[in-house]
């Protein structure tokens, strides 16, 4: 790895005007656990390193107005064991578990993983399911995008220059209303071949979907809103049937690669299993939460 200057600010503000004087030569870190191993495998070369972690405030998590709060620098491990996060989100504990190691979840934060966007990551399509934003500070202010609008491609993302994800909020789910998510990786603390996360809302007393959101990953440049599955069983009684049709349809909406893990063929099958077995997950814990 060549020699690089490691600046610690002590304030959102100064960090982003430290990211402004250097510019392209500058890349904030976080928990470090993909920009340090990126440099040292020269696949990214950067003269000077912001760290964020000398910065106050940044890795709460808190419940307000209806939304659970998650700080930028919170760790995966803080996430994982935040009492708010199991009282209000159960599923998210649960991913969590097959999160990389130990090890890496006490370093590693979500800011940085949703600034690192890469395909089969954990975090993303949990929070579009969720119809998480972000609120991101820079030059300007700050301007606020939903999760699926901040991955725009491979490792990339609608950051702009010397801007920083102070913080990540999941509203809390509608009633009549669950999740299930599973990600299919060659070993459980892999990233994903296929991640898949499913909210379901059913009208009360019925099968009926009153709404739904079905997220992908691993299977795409950035995670994908499954919009044309969703759009087959919003407003539809749901039975095994009309899910399996639903779920089919998840093969003609993703654009998966291949690499050494999978190819874009077995990706793209293996998404219609992934998808019909959340949808059915997502629909019985919500029928049993109705006559629960």
């Not at 000077?48 to 998650?70: C, H, Q, R, Y």
């Not at 009360?204 to 087959?232: F, K, M, N, Y």
């Amino acid at each position: 790895m060549r020699d690089f200057r490691y600046l610690q600010p002590t304030t959102l503000q100064e960090a982003i005007e430290l990211l402004q004087q250097y510019g392209d030569d500058a890349k904030a870190m976080a928990g470090g656990q993909s920009l340090v191993l990126l440099m040292r495998e020269g696949l990214v070369q950067s003269d000077v390193v912001v760290s964020l972690l000398k910065i106050p405030g940044l890795d709460g998590i808190v419940e307000a107005d209806g939304a659970v709060n998650i700080g930028g620098l919170a760790t995966h491990r803080q996430v994982e064991a935040s009492p708010v996060v199991r009282e209000h989100f159960p599923f998210i504990y649960h991913a969590y578990q097959a999160l990389a190691s130990v090890p890496v979840r006490n370093l590693a934060t979500l800011g940085g993983n949703l600034c690192h966007n890469a395909p089969g990551s954990d975090p993303p399509p949990l929070l579009i399911a969720l119809d998480a934003t972000v609120t991101l500070r820079g030059p300007d202010g700050e301007r606020t995008l939903t999760v699926e609008e901040f991955g725009t491609n491979y490792y990339e993302t609608a950051l702009r220059p010397a801007e920083i994800l102070r913080s990540v909020t999941a509203p809390m789910l509608p009633p009549h209303t669950a999740m299930a998510y599973y990600k299919y990786a060659i070993r459980p603390m892999d990233m994903a071949l296929v991640a898949v996360a499913v909210r379901v809302t059913l009208e009360p007393g019925s099968d009926r979907c009153r709404d739904v959101r079905v997220a992908l990953s691993g299977v795409a440049p950035s995670t994908i809103r499954a919009r044309q599955v969703e759009d087959a069983l919003r407003g539809r009684d749901l039975s095994e049937p009309v899910i399996a049709g639903a779920a089919a349809l998840a093969a003609v909406e993703v654009d998966p690669i291949s690499d050494i893990h999978g190819s874009a063929d077995y990706r793209r099958r293996l998404a219609i299993p992934a998808a019909r077995r959340m949808v059915q997950q997502a629909w019985q814990s919500a029928r049993m939460a109705l006559t629960g």
